[in-house]
């Protein structure tokens, strides 16, 4: 009796590991559904990063029998490029489209059949650049009117439109903190400014100076130790532009406006090896 029951324990045992190796070996075979390959640049061979991945199946609508396509997941490529999509639905085609910024769409049909789908590779998957993106760029950069720095402020004159055909009075009229009363005399913060030119008093007054021939004007409200104290009421330092063409060359200008205004500019320049000569002349 108890040889009978050792035999039956050991073949109900024997019968329960057939059992098993049974549903292991059929759960291998069941397909996994799952997709994955890696997105690379197609002239650099290198990953891209952060890819569209999407993924649509296709079924047949019972209702007037039209083929129509769902999006079944989507993801987007890690830093190297790999994508994985897991636990897709049965389908008997997929199509997989995949973006990426700069690169030209791509996108593929997968035939499943009636196997189904399992575990597809589909390696590296090469994006061409779009070329729409690599056009001509042309960056243009332009001074600020009025730049401000530690110890004085700039004014570009040739963002002022008076500065065709005026002089350098008409130029201080337009220049914050500055003011020009009807006989042209010049305050700065209600002071007396000195007047340079190019960094060195001159004896010109600001209406013989054209407004054409000024590259820039700067201000200096409270001078520095480097200065004399005849410029305690600050400086306008007036930059002329400097023109480093060879032979003779000139600028004349000429406006006229109302009531009884007329003025006129005549600028001759001489340039011979290291050495320059110029003469100037207005009228208004």
Known sequence: MIMRKTIAIYFSFFLFLIQVAGQERSSEQQPTNRIYGKVIDASTKKGIEAAS?????FYRNSADNS??????GGMLTR???????????SSDSIRIE????????????LIVGRSGLRERDLGNIALEIDSKYLSTVTVVGQKPALELGVDRKTFNVDKSIVSTGGTAIDVMKNIPSVSVD????VTLRNNTPQIFVDGLPTILTLDQIPADNID??????????KFDASSRGGIINIILK???????????????????????????????????????????
């Open 98 to 109: 995949i973006t990426a910024i700069g690169f030209k769409d791509h996108w593929q049909v």
């Open 242 to 284: 400097k023109n480093r063409k060879m032979g003779l060359n000139g600028i004349v200008s000429a406006g006229i406006g109302h009531p009884d205004i007329a003025n006129g500019n005549l600028t001759l320049n001489l340039r011979q090896g290291k050495f320059n000569f110029f003469v100037n002349g207005s009228y208004n």
């Open 67 to 72: 083929i129509k396509d769902t999006l079944a």
């Open 182 to 185: 009807v006989d042209g005399n």
């Open 53 to 57: 991945i999407q993924l649509y199946t």
């Open 216 to 225: 820039r004007i700067e201000l200096f409200t409270n001078p520095s130790a």
């Open 79 to 89: 830093p190297n490029g790999d994508f994985n999509l897991e636990n897709l639905p």
